[in-house]
């Protein structure tokens, strides 16, 4: 029987090298609507492409959706539209990119970090539940990230933060395309964020959006990211500290072209999914991390779980040496230097998955070059 380096090697037999973690892939029309808002000079923060890439957001996710300069900006324009204020703590996923952490810290507010469940690797209903029982004041917020697009128990989740008057934020940085009962991720809490970096599933360079289902939090939020700016004929007038965070024309561009091509981009990703479930099938000292059954992911990132630390890294490096590039996950927010002294509950399943999973190679376009059989 093969071993399981021969396996994946083999599996990426056909592959140009390198092969990496994420990347974008780009055809014909994102060169025609960049190329349009170069010829019409409309390259800044007002146009019609980023009026198009509002609208059609909007009509994908059912939701409004205001696009900004990245996903960071945007987590950040929901917390402030959330209500979270300078002092206030709000509960963050121990396993989460940094920017979820660091966009609390930019309202002056204190990250209260929690653990997550091995099956969604997002918040753990049940344990966030018994530990909030157990705190006399317990924090007024959480923003829930869904990782890899698999999405987190998002309903039991906002149950739990009913029972304690909790508002609910979303992080859906990675999981533009995923639902849950037919409703697209970062439309459960009260204001969500998108990204559209580099490695998503769509890229408009750099970009993102805020994402709401309250008509009046989607003005509030295109007020605050262009300048808190008040239409006047005569004058230029703010009437409010706001923030330069509207998407400039030439990255929405990118992003009408993208999502043009998104329901192909998510069909290559199944597929994908489907071969790596087959690869690792036979390799009992790895486990492919499965999607649940109900819900639909997008597939974004596919991951292994290693037994050890050391065997993940060994993973990394025998692969590298093909020019198969994997990746470590994030580490704890709580083990970075600047958030270890955070008010957190126990997340051992967080550090125990950050220390043993590998993301792989995903990009949609990897799915015609893999073996299938
Ligand atoms: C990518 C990402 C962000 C931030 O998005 P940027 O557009 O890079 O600022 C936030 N949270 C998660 C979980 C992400 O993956």
């Known amino acids: ?39 019409t000079g409309w390259v800044s923060s007002v146009g019609s492409y980023v009026d198009r890439f509002e609208r059609d957001l909007s009509l994908y996710t059912d939701a409004y959706a205001i696009p900004v300069v990245n996903g960071t900006a945007a987590l950040h324009l929901a917390l402030i539209l959330a ?39 997002a918040v753990d209903p049940e344990k966030l539940d018994q530990y909030l029982m157990t705190l006399k004041n317990h924090p007024k917020f959480l923003i829930v990230t869904h990782i890899f697009g698999n999405p987190a128990h ?11 008057g909790i508002v609910l934020i979303e992080d859906a940085a990675e999981s533009l395309g995923s639902y849950v009962d037919g409703k697209h991720t970062g439309t459960f809490g009260k204001v969500s964020a998108l ?30 990211s262009t300048t808190a700016k008040v239409a006047d004929p005569y004058s230029h007038r703010h009437d409010m500290v706001g923030y330069n965070y509207r998407m ?22 199944k597929q994908l999914a489907v071969c790596y479930k087959e690869l690792f099938k036979p390799f009992d000292e ?6 649940s059954q ?11 779980l290693t037994s050890s630390e050391s065997a993940r890294n060994n993973f990394i490096d025998r692969l590298a040496e093909e020019k198969i590039f994997c990746r470590g996950l994030w580490s704890p927010m709580s083990s970075l230097p600047m958030y270890k002294n955070c008010p957190k509950m126990d997340t051992q399943v967080a550090y125990d998955l950050c220390a043993r999973t590998v993301s792989l190679p995903s990009s949609a376009m990897l799915r015609q070059y893999v073996k299938t059989e």
């Open 286 to 291: 790895v486990e492919f991390v499965k999607s």
């Open 154 to 164: 998002i309903k039991t989740l906002s149950e739990v933060c009913d029972k304690y």
């Open 83 to 121: 209500g979270v204020k300078s002092g206030d703590e709000v509960l963050v996923s121990d396993l989460t990119f940094v920017a979820t952490a660091n966009a609390v810290h930019y309202c002056h507010a204190i990250p209260h970090f929690v653990e997550v469940d091995k099956e969604t690797f």
């Open 195 to 224: 990204s559209f970096n580099g490695n998503k599933i769509i890229t408009t360079g750099g970009g993102g959006a805020v994402l709401t289902t309250d008509k009046d939090m989607a003005d509030r939020a295109k007020h605050l």
């Open 248 to 269: 400039p024309n030439i990255n929405a561009a990118l992003g009408c072209a993208q999502l043009e091509k998104l329901p192909e981009f998510l069909e290559y990703k």
């Open 294 to 304: 109900r819900t639909i992911s997008n597939y974004w990132l596919n991951n292994i």
């Open 1 to 39: 029987m093969q071993n399981l380096y021969s396996a994946v090697i083999d599996f990426f037999k056909n592959a140009p090298r390198p092969v990496v973690v994420h990347e974008p892939h780009f055809s014909e029309n994102e060169k025609k609507y960049v190329l349009d808002c170069i010829e």
